[in-house]
């Protein structure tokens, strides 16, 4: 089955700073989203990017599907950005998601 | 509109004894997941619904997990005879389109004594 890597598996940045998040996965998927679980728990979907790049506010996403990467790019972080990145594939459309196992950012004022 | 909400939010029971827990997806979303969270990990599928049947069973570990979505709408995840071992939080997800993008609950914590 499709296998899910994330990296790196620890980030700590200072506020306003840049940083990217890699996604790699070991088959071809029609389906890759990138969500942020907040320090409650709460999943929240980012972005649905089974190719190419989406942008929204300071958060945006490109996947290179041939070559089975995904990178979230987050620029100017916040503290509120803080909690795990998740990347999860599937094989298409309404299939269950594969999940890594994150990226833990924390964001230090 | 309202988004995924689950019930109950923590459920604290004794080893063996039964246990529901309840997702009511997005209105009008046919689709309908459950997962899993450990601590640490990313959440694991257990169960894909499709409308009222399961599509996808094969992520339930043991024959003492078993869920229902009777009327295509909410679901409920059953766990007989309950082990330590299945504390954890348990996610719903709901999706309204065939591409599949997944909008999730709250969770449900589950801890074993």
């Known amino acids: 089955g499709i296998q899910v890597e994330q990296s790196p598996p620890d980030l700590i940045l200072q506020e306003g700073a840049n940083s990217t998040l890699r996604c790699n996965f070991s088959?071809?998927?029609?389906?890759l989203q990138w969500f942020h679980q907040n320090p409650w728990g709460q999943l929240i979907n980012l972005f649905y990017?089974?190719?190419g790049t989406k942008q929204n506010g300071r958060l945006s996403a490109t996947t290179v599907a041939t070559e089975r990467y995904s990178l979230l790019y987050i620029s100017s972080s916040q503290t509120t950005d803080s909690g795990v990145y998740f990347c999860?594939?599937?094989?298409?459309?309404?299939?269950?998601?594969?999940f890594g196992k994150g990226t833990r950012l924390s964001v230090i004022a | 509109g309202a988004g995924v909400s689950q019930t109950p939010s923590n459920k604290v029971t004794e080893k063996g004894k039964y246990v529901e827990l309840r997702c009511d997806p997005i209105?009008?979303?046919?689709?309908l997941y459950w997962y899993r969270q450990s601590l640490g990990q990313g959440p694991e599928f257990l169960i894909y619904?499709?409308?009222?049947?399961?599509?996808?069973d094969s992520g339930l570990p043991n024959d003492r997990f078993f869920a229902v979505r009777p009327e295509g709408s909410v679901s409920t995840l059953k766990i007989q005879r309950t082990e330590r071992g299945d504390s954890a939080v348990y996610l719903c997800?709901?999706?309204?389109?065939?591409?599949?993008?997944?909008?999730f609950g709250p969770g449900t914590r589950l801890t074993v004594l």
């Open positions: 619904f499709q409308g009222t049947g399961a599509a996808d």
């Open positions: 209105s009008g979303h046919t689709a």
């Open positions: 997800a709901s999706s309204g389109d065939t591409r599949g993008a997944q909008y």
């Open positions: 088959d071809s998927v029609n389906n």
């Open positions: 999860a594939s599937g094989n298409s459309g309404n299939t269950p998601l594969v």
């Open positions: 990017i089974p190719s």
